[in-house]
């Protein structure tokens, strides 16, 4: 596990800003909860999360839709399990 730095923590927060406020919160909620233990995986899982266009996303963090492809992995799955247990 790294430590992340007040940099590292920014661009995070700032690349969790969605156009969907469903999506805002969730992520918000999440970072403010986990954000001092998460590791480089965890990070990764989340960059890759952020990639998403805000409609697919929204479906992955309700559970409408599970992670395929380069998604399917067991980080992905473990942060999305974290958003959806907040």
């Not at 790294?2 to 800003?17: F, G, H, V």
């Not at 990764?44 to 599970?66: C, P, V, Y």
């Not at 992670?67 to 992905?76: F, H, M, Q, T």
Request: glycine fraction near 4%; hydrophobic fraction near 45%; aromatic fraction near 4%.
């Amino acid at each position: 596990m790294s430590q992340l730095t007040d940099m590292d923590r920014t661009r995070l927060r700032w690349r969790a800003r969605r156009g969907l406020l469903e999506n805002d919160l969730m992520l918000t909620k999440y970072l403010d909860t986990y954000e001092t233990t998460l590791t480089d995986v965890d990070v990764s899982a989340l960059t890759q999360l952020f990639e998403l266009g805000d409609n697919e996303l929204l479906d992955l963090l309700l559970a409408r839709l599970e992670p395929s492809g380069a998604l399917d992995r067991p980080a992905v799955h473990a942060v999305l399990a974290g958003i959806r247990a907040l």
